[in-house]
T-cell receptor, first 113, second 115 residues
Framework: DGGITQSPKYLFRKEGQNVTLSCEQNLNHDAMYWYRQDPGQGLRLIYYSQIVNDFQKGDIAEGYSVSREKKESFPLTVTSAQKNPTAFYLC????????????FGPGTRLLVL | AQSVTQLDSQVPVFEEAPVELRCNYSSSVSVYLFWYVQYPNQGLQLLLKYLSGSTLVKGINGFEAEFNKSQTSFHLRKPSVHISDTAEYFCAVDAGGTSYGKLTFGQGTILTVHP
């Protein structure tokens, strides 16, 4: 069963805590992306990676970190420096060719306790 | 840099009525345009895309969109909506080139279909 999986579906963060959101894909896609979604603001790009061991900041990277050690995996860490982390986080992939469709995972909702 | 404006944050409509969701973009280069749909607490699903060629693009679930370069618009239409079309719809632009794959999204339009 091919696709993109994100876990957990819901995640709770305590004050000052770092949390990591998982994104795994078995589509053999080169590029992976992390977006943050807030009501009325659409999706905003946090980080993206076009190849393994390389990643770039998006529009709102502050307070977040990523790694891309394997083609299949692109975990996102929400650090304690991110003061307003409550949002819906979406992972996406593309094959890596130009102007290709982005495929989205089911999302993780992060809530602050 | 490109930007996307969805002109209506909410669109209520009755079942079987036609609907148009409006999207305007700004970019200094040729762009590639997408419409995605999102059902509550789910990821986004591609409805249709314009890369080149015919300016009228047909997508899934009976939706279509028309690319108008002079008006920098990419409005989404459906001639007769169903209750199941109730969802949030996002317009997005990809400037291509070295920025390929980096989508800029509009703010979203919530379509509510009433019986």
């Amino acid at each position: 069963d091919g696709g993109i999986t994100q876990s957990p579906k819901y995640l709770f963060r305590k004050e000052g805590q770092n949390v990591t959101l998982s994104c795994e894909q078995n589509l053999n896609h080169d590029a992976m992306y992390w977006y943050r979604q807030d009501p009325g603001q659409g999706l905003r790009l946090i980080y993206y990676s076009q190849i393994v061991n390389d990643f770039q900041k998006g529009d709102i990277a502050e307070g977040y970190s990523v790694s891309r050690e394997k083609k299949e995996s692109f975990p996102l860490t929400v650090t304690s420096a991110q003061k307003n982390p409550t949002a819906f986080y979406l992972c996406a992939t593309t094959p890596g060719r130009l102007q290709e469709t982005q495929y989205f995972g089911p999302g993780t909702r992060l809530l602050v306790l | 840099a490109q930007s996307v404006t969805q002109l209506d944050s909410q669109v209520p409509v009755f079942e079987e009525a036609p609907v148009e969701l409006r999207c305007n973009y700004s970019s200094s280069v040729s762009v590639y345009l997408f419409w995605y749909v999102q059902y509550p607490n789910q990821g986004l699903q591609l409805l249709l895309k314009y890369l080149s060629g015919s300016t009228l693009v047909k997508g899934i679930n009976g939706f279509e969109a028309e690319f108008n370069k002079s008006q920098t618009s990419f409005h989404l239409r459906k001639p007769s909506v169903h209750i199941s079309d109730t969802a949030e719809y996002f317009c997005a632009v990809d400037a291509g080139g070295t920025s390929y794959g980096k989508l800029t999204f509009g703010q979203g339009t919530i379509l509510t279909v009433h019986p």
